[in-house]
């Protein structure tokens, strides 16, 4: 028992002799804590408020709802033709390759599926939609490429994208237009 109390008082005595060296004298306020204002005696503690499950599904109806006006308005202005039978994913690809910027799969993908998704398919899929794409468009837009750019992702180049445009524009105006049926100079 003697032996625990001598070690407790060596403890207390070495805590003792850092405070002196570091802070001062022992027992003493530091200046920082003696400058804080205290609160008043009379303050009643007033805990956040908590909201109901009611409150809190009325608010993600809310940013739900947000989203899908943001979306919207960030929606491709440009509509495809129906006769080249794209698929949602395929139509979603091939808009965002439509931008003329060198696309990585994964912002690809990103694009397509959001972040909010909470079960997306595998990055993979990209790749499938493409070669679809290129398909349905070596039929309808013999002219519009997307690139491969080995490592980094895909890209539709502005010779080719434009070649797109002026596809989609005369698939639109005429519906009952034969695929495959222009020279690569007619401008039917």
């Known amino acids: 028992m003697q032996a625990r109390k001598r070690?407790?008082?060596n403890r207390i005595a070495?805590?003792?002799?850092?405070h002196e060296q570091g802070m001062g004298t022992p027992g003493a306020i530091p200046p920082e804590v003696e400058t804080r204002a205290a609160p008043p005696s009379n303050a009643v503690f007033d805990p956040p408020t908590r909201l109901?499950?009611?409150?809190?599904?009325?608010?993600?109806?809310e940013q739900r709802e947000e989203i899908r006006r943001l979306e919207e308005a960030l929606a491709p202005t440009v509509s495809l033709p129906p006769s080249w039978r794209l698929t949602a994913l395929e139509r979603d690809v091939l808009f965002a390759l439509m931008r003329g910027v060198q696309m990585s799969?994964?912002?690809i993908h990103t694009i397509v599926y959001g972040v909010r998704c909470d079960?997306?398919?595998?990055v993979k899929i990209i790749d499938v939609a493409i070669c679809k794409i290129r398909r349905k468009l070596a039929v309808y837009c013999p002219d519009a490429l997307i690139t491969t750019v080995w490592g980094q992702g895909y890209i539709?180049?502005?010779a080719s994208l434009s070649a797109l445009k002026s596809g989609i524009e005369r698939a639109l105006a005429d519906p009952d237009h034969a695929p495959g049926t222009d020279q690569i100079g007619d401008a039917a």
């Open 156 to 158: 539709i180049e502005a």
């Open 52 to 61: 109901t499950i009611t409150e809190l599904l009325a608010m993600i109806d």
């Open 14 to 18: 070495a805590a003792a002799r850092r």
């Open 119 to 122: 079960d997306p398919p595998h």
């Open 105 to 107: 799969k994964e912002r």
């Open 7 to 9: 070690a407790a008082d």
